[in-house]
């Protein structure tokens, strides 16, 4: 509860209303969600050296108070298999941030560096999210990734806080639930570690009510035992000088 | 209960002994002649006393030029003046100690920022002299038992609703005109009514405060709302309070601005906000409120609600004299989520013996047209305390020369002792409509088409699993694993 305290009042300070990829994966840690290995790194160098101790592949991501949409301004590489992989990926996320930034007419802070992530093995894609309703204040949801949310908008909702008996419904009613069942030979998913995400991040809300909208996805499930990883994760906070801070 | 603290401060809308109607009218067909005109009718028993500088005398009542005049003290001041002129009024309420006002008159926040700031002025003087608002931009209440009754609406044109000695619902609604059509409609539907609650801007007195007081009402076995939407954090804090009293009572819904055009209508007409509707959705499962598409669907799950138990799980049997009946209903009960399992062997030799072999031993279980009512006494003979089925659904077409009348006596005898939920379908013109009417008397709903009973059934059971949780026996949708 404190980091997320401090990291949310460091984020203000800044005049942002969003986390950076780190600091959301040190919020998530702290809920005891599961987050694929990651660091950061100001040079290429140390982001080559710490992205051998995490273990190849890895994933490479601008991290900047500038930039919230990290894709739309070429910040993103992914599957790096090596020191020298990683050192090049390190200076082109950095030119095209600075490109980024004369496009937009801002100065892109690239103090910080980069984010350096393990490449997470691909699972069957969740989404859990929160989002603030203003008639009945936060709402967790979840679904499965891709077209079943993109396209059929298959997904669930409930007030937090949850309980686990509430957190179960939601897996089992979404039109898509067979799927986590295992289907096409595929082994059962594993919905145990699902539900503890589930509750982690109502938790995580109910002892943090600034945050106004909170993205995990996607969220990779892999089969029963064998866990589920957050790999993306966006907390978006409220500003409390401007109540109705956008998000975007 | 926790949630409920100020029962007491809302009672005294529905049995208030001493009202003042400010802004009584001697013209004829205003606002202000009508309500008057509500308090003088003999079932109301209370005293009444008009307010308005211009009479000495309204319809015979004494009319006074402000409350400080009246005599004796006032409880309920119904307000129906010029919109600016309320906060001189409620100072006048504030001094009488009139520990409730109904504001009918519309020119508050409905209207723009001017009439915010009247709105705003008036709870302030309800805060300082403590007095509860209902409204403004309603047409109030009307309680069928103390006959307190503030709509402006004649009674030749907006009949009213009665309380019944079987069962009642209660309304509150936020829009005045759904009030006045409901209290009308349920007039003529069989339906008995408690109380009917319109809230207009709710400035004060919200979904919430009548949510706990008719929680705790006797008188009021279900409670229905119809709502736009809620203010600020009027969401969440109706969540809240509807946990703590759907365990014990039924409470269903029609929320309106389900699509996004709808939406930005309801936004413009009471200035309320409308959330992402799937949020809603969570929020009435969540805390056990029964959500209904439309008015006609929550008057056919408020009367079974009312008069039946729960169920205590989800398997129907269903029983009927007419085949077509029975394959659309049981058609609707599948399409519902309810499960409709055939009678195990056992039950069927049993059944066998007493029931001619040319009836479809099946679910539905047809007793086909030429039975009388003894064959449905057969069924439920055996059929209940095989404690296979947990609702019965019985078809009961009158049109047939052989069955008698006798049937109603006989469903409402197994019901009242096996304690199971009956629904009872009958189909059909004027004599089946008095058959229906006499099965509603001896506490059975019955309801004119196999989809109706299939959804009062369905609202048994989503009331019982809301109840009994983990308990309620739930087959559908099982998971073998």
């Known amino acids: 509860m404190k980091i997320a305290k401090q990291i949310f009042k460091q984020a203000l300070e800044e005049g942002r209303t969003f986390v950076l990829e780190h600091e959301a994966k040190d919020i998530m840690k702290a809920y005891g969600l599961p987050v694929p290995a990651y660091d950061t790194a100001t040079t290429a160098e140390a982001a080559a050296e710490k992205a051998k101790k995490i273990g190849f592949p890895v994933v490479l991501k601008i991290l900047s108070k500038d930039i919230l949409h990290k894709s739309d301004a070429g910040g993103v590489k992914i599957d790096l298999k090596s020191e020298e ?58 679904g499965l990734g891709g077209i079943f949310v993109e396209i059929l908008k298959d997904v669930t909702f409930r007030l937090i806080p949850l309980t686990e008996i509430d957190a179960r419904e939601m897996i089992s009613e979404i039109k898509a639930a067979k799927v986590l069942e295992g289907v096409r030979g595929q082994q059962p998913r594993d919905v145990d570690a699902l539900v503890e995400i589930i509750m982690a991040v109502s938790k995580m809300v109910s002892e943090n009510p600034e945050i106004n909208e909170i993205d995990c996805n996607p969220t990779f499930l892999y089969e ?25 | ?62 009319c006074y030029p402000s409350l400080q005049e009246i ?58 002299y403590g007095t509860r608002i209902i409204g403004p931009n309603c047409v109030g209440v009307i309680d069928t038992s103390t006959h307190v009754d503030t709509f402006f609406l004649p009674e030749y044109r907006c009949a009213r609703p009665k309380a019944s000695n079987v069962a009642n619902i209660a309304l509150v609604s936020q829009s005045g005109a ?65 946990r703590e009293i759907t365990p014990h009572k039924p409470v269903l819904v029609v929320k309106s601005g389900r699509g996004s055009r709808a939406k930005a209508a309801a936004s413009s007409h009471t200035g309320s906000l409308a959330g992402l509707d799937s949020v809603a959705d969570a929020a009435y499962k969540q805390s056990g409120v029964i959500r209904a598409d439309n008015f006609d669907q929550m008057f056919d799950m408020a009367k079974a609600l009312a008069m039946q138990p729960p169920a205590e799980g989800d398997r129907v049997l269903m029983i009927t004299n007419g085949g077509g009946l029975g394959v659309m209903t049981t058609d609707a009960l599948e399409a519902l989520g309810l499960t409709i399992p055939n009678p195990s062997s056992d039950l069927e030799s049993k059944l066998r013996e ?49 069955l008698g009348m006798e049937i109603t006596n006989i469903i409402a005898n197994y019901q009242k002792q096996s304690g199971k939920p009956f629904v009872v379908i009958s189909m059909g013109g004027g004599f089946t409509t008095k058959a229906g009417e006499i099965m509603e008397l001896m506490g059975v709903p019955t309801f004119a088409t196999g989809e109706k009973g299939a959804l009062a059934a369905k609202a048994l059971a989503r009331y019982g699993e809301i109840r009994l949780g983990d308990k309620f026996n739930k087959s559908a949708g099982a998971k073998k694993s």
Request: glycine share 10%; with cysteine; aromatic share 10%.
């Open chain 1, 85 to 142: 992989e990683v050192k090049e990926a390190f200076s082109t996320i950095m030119d095209n941030a600075r490109k980024y930034g004369k496009e937009k007419g801002i100065e892109v802070d690239l103090s910080r560096g980069a984010f350096i992530s393990d490449f997470a093995e691909m699972g069957t894609e969740v989404i859990v999210g929160v989002t603030k309703d203003p008639q009945f204040g936060h709402a967790l949801m979840f």
């Open chain 2, 1 to 62: 209960m926790l949630v409920c603290d100020e029962i007491k401060g809302i009672d005294v809308f529905f049995n208030a002994r001493n009202v003042a109607i400010y802004g009584a009218s001697a013209s004829q067909n205003s606002v202000g002649q009508a309500i008057v005109q509500n308090f003088i009718k003999p079932q109301y028993t209370g005293k009444v006393y008009a307010v308005n500088p211009k009479y000495t005398n309204v319809l015979g009542v004494p």
């Open chain 2, 71 to 128: 005599p004796e003290s006032v409880d309920l001041v119904v307000v129906a003046i010029p919109a600016r002129l309320a906060p001189r009024v409620f100072e006048d309420i504030g001094k009488k100690g009139a520990k409730a006002a109904i504001v009918i008159s519309g020119g508050f926040s409905e209207t723009g920022p001017k009439g915010a700031e009247l709105e705003n002025e008036v709870v302030k003087l309800g805060k300082k």
């Open chain 1, 224 to 248: 029963r035992g064998k866990g589920a990883l957050v790999v993306d994760a966006r907390i978006l906070i409220e500003n409390p000088n401007e109540k109705a801070a956008s998000s975007h």
């Open chain 2, 354 to 402: 007493d029931l001619p072999a040319y009836c479809a031993f099946g679910n539905p279980f047809d007793v086909v047209g030429d039975a009388g009512a003894d064959r449905y006494d057969a069924i439920f003979r055996e059929a209940i305390p095989s404690g296979e089925y947990d609702i019965f659904v019985v078809g009961m077409l009158l049109q047939t020369p052989s």
């Open chain 2, 178 to 242: 759904f009030a006045a059509a409901i209290a009308d409609w349920t007039s003529e539907l069989g339906l008995g009514v408690s109380k009917i609650i319109s809230l207009g801007n709710k400035c004060d007195v919200d979904d919430d405060d009548l949510l706990c007081y008719l929680g705790d009402d006797s008188s009021t076995q279900v409670i229905c709302y119809y709502t736009e939407g809620y203010d600020g954090n009027k969401g969440r804090s109706f969540f809240d309070t509807a």
